[in-house]
């Protein structure tokens, strides 16, 4: 069975300040692999996604994660963060190739202070 | 296109009672999830299905849980009775084939008291 584990359940930065976002999963199969981000109040968007190809995924709003297959890891990362991007971030993994369910990770809230 | 729509984005009911919540995919979208999360923990999946057929139901915390999608479209999900621990945040989401991501609707905050 897939597990996620994200190590923070509450970040706070500055604005400005770098982010970095832990995710890892336990999967002995090829897998694909999503961050998703939930505003206050609204619904879950998929920040990016990585299903083959380069390691190094960008999305929207700037952020970029790093898919690392030895490490089981896809870490999600901002140069510099911004007051809006207080959120909850979600990791999450599937099997690649089925459009079967997704695995999440419990959340991180990041809390952006201006 | 239209998102995912989910509704009510709110119910309060009482143990026992029965509750029916609503998911309408992104049109065309062959493939519907519905997640729970509840009292802050992850979000756990629930059932998948795949146009009308019910593709992997695992996720189903028991029997008063009951998913339908007649003709493929909208689904609906009815609990009943409820109870206090089927409190939390129910999710749709829709995609169209494995080679996509999903859309998610905005969810349905159930509280019973």
């Known amino acids: 069975a897939q597990s996620v584990s994200q190590h923070n359940h509450h970040v706070i930065l500055s604005e400005a300040a770098s982010l970095e976002l832990g995710c890892n999963y336990s999967?002995?199969?090829?897998?694909?692999l999503f961050w998703y981000v939930q505003y206050p109040g609204q619904h879950l968007q998929l920040l990016l996604k990585y299903f083959s190809g380069d390691p190094l995924v960008k999305g929207i709003k700037g952020f970029e994660a790093e898919f690392i297959k030895s490490k089981f890891s896809f870490n999600l990362r901002k140069p510099s963060v911004q007051w809006s991007d207080t959120a909850e971030y979600f990791c999450a993994v599937r099997d690649s190739g089925s459009a079967r369910q997704l695995t999440f990770g419990s959340g991180t809230q990041l809390t952006v202070l201006p | 296109e239209a998102g995912v729509t989910q509704f009510p984005s709110h119910s309060v009911i009482e143990k026992g009672q029965t509750v029916t919540l609503r998911c309408d995919p992104i049109?065309?979208?062959?493939?519907l999830y519905w997640y729970r999360r509840v009292m802050g923990k992850e979000i756990k999946f629930l059932l998948h299905?795949?146009?009308?057929?019910?593709?992997?139901e695992s996720g189903m915390p028991n029997n008063r849980f009951l998913a339908e999608r007649t003709g493929g479209t909208y689904s609906t999900l009815k609990v009943q009775p409820a109870e206090l621990e089927d409190s939390g945040v129910y999710f749709c989401a829709s995609s169209p084939d494995q080679y996509y991501g999903y859309t998610f609707g905005s969810g349905t905050r159930l509280t019973v008291v």
């Open positions: 299905f795949v146009k009308e057929s019910k593709q992997d």
């Open positions: 999967y002995g199969g090829t897998v694909n």
């Open positions: 049109s065309g979208h062959d493939n």
